[in-house]
Every structure is written in structure tokens, then in C-alpha cells.
């Protein structure tokens, strides 16, 4: 599983970074043979032989235009399965490794689970921070208490 996951990471950044991979795989003229060729040619020697096989499988269902979104999903199951959360935490400037694990410690004690942590600076924020886990997200910084400011103001008046 561990194989795959990697494997549908790389796909996902792939489509990502290669729009033209979208027009390839959405060609009318390609047929199915030459789409599984394709993808053998790019992937057989680097990826798992059951994600080679899912790909082929997901030709031959002319659904391949999905890859991404299946990816994403077989991604977030695996994360789910794994006890796994993704948290995305943005500062002003970059944290130092202390507040960094103590972020993670917190985060982790919360939710009871294992957190993939990564990290995010924007100094637009001027101030303390913004997490994103899953679909949730804590603005406080103190561009948002700003903001908040400003539209109670302009509301009184």
C-alpha cells in the first residue's frame, strides 16, 4: 500500500506539473492501446506493478481522464486507514524547531492521530498564523483580526 500511495503522489504531481498530459490522455485519436502504452512507457519501470495494472484497468474503462481525482482518493483513504492528517500551517516568517513540534504535539494530541506537517510562509499575513487540516481552517493572524476589525467599523457606521 505504502508502494502505491507513492505512486499515486508522483501521478498527482505529474498531471500537476504537466498540463499537457491532460490533452494526451483525453485525445480522441489515441486509442486504448496506445494510452496503456503510454503510461507503461512512462511508469512500468518506476511504479508498483498493481498500480501499473489499476492504470490499465482504468484505460480500458475509458476513464482515464479520473486518474488525478482517483489518485487524490486513493490518497485520502490511505491517510484515513493510516490514522494520518494532513495539516498545513502558515506564518508570517519561518517557525523554529521548537514551536514547529510543539505545533505538531498539540495538533496530534487533538485529533488523536499522526500528523504529516508542512509548512508555509506569507508574509501578507504580518502575523500569527493559519492552519488548514483537512477541511478546516483556523485563520489567526493578524491580517484576519484586521479584516475583522474593519468590517465591524464599517458596519456601526
Known amino acids: 500500500m505504502d ?14 506539473e504537466v498540463p499537457e498530459l491532460h490533452q494526451v490522455v483525453e485525445h480522441p485519436s489515441l486509442t486504448e492501446t496506445q494510452k ?4 507503461q512507457s512512462l511508469f512500468k519501470n518506476s511504479f ?16 482515464e481522464n479520473q486518474l488525478p481525482g482517483m489518485a487524490h482518493n486513493y490518497l485520502t483513504r490511505f491517510a484515513q486507514l ?4 494532513t495539516a498545513v500551517f502558515t506564518t508570517a516568517v519561518p517557525m523554529g524547531q521548537k514551536e514547529r513540534e510543539a505545533v505538531v504535539k498539540m495538533v496530534e494530541k487533538h485529533y488523536h492521530v499522526t500528523l504529516e ?3 508555509k510562509v506569507d508574509k501578507d499575513l504580518i502575523g500569527g ?16 483580526q484586521l479584516k475583522q476589525i474593519k468590517q465591524q467599523l464599517l458596519a456601526q457606521h
Open 3 to 16: 508502494a502505491v500511495a507513492e505512486d499515486m503522489q508522483t501521478l498527482i504531481s505529474l498531471f500537476a
Open 36 to 39: 496503456i502504452a503510454l503510461f
Open 48 to 63: 508498483h506493478k498493481q498500480t501499473n495494472r489499476f492504470i490499465e484497468f482504468v484505460c480500458k474503462q475509458k476513464r
Open 82 to 85: 493510516r490514522g494520518l492528517k
Open 117 to 119: 506537517f508542512s509548512e
Open 129 to 144: 498564523f493559519v492552519i488548514e487540516i483537512d477541511d478546516k481552517r483556523i485563520d489567526a493572524s493578524v491580517a484576519a
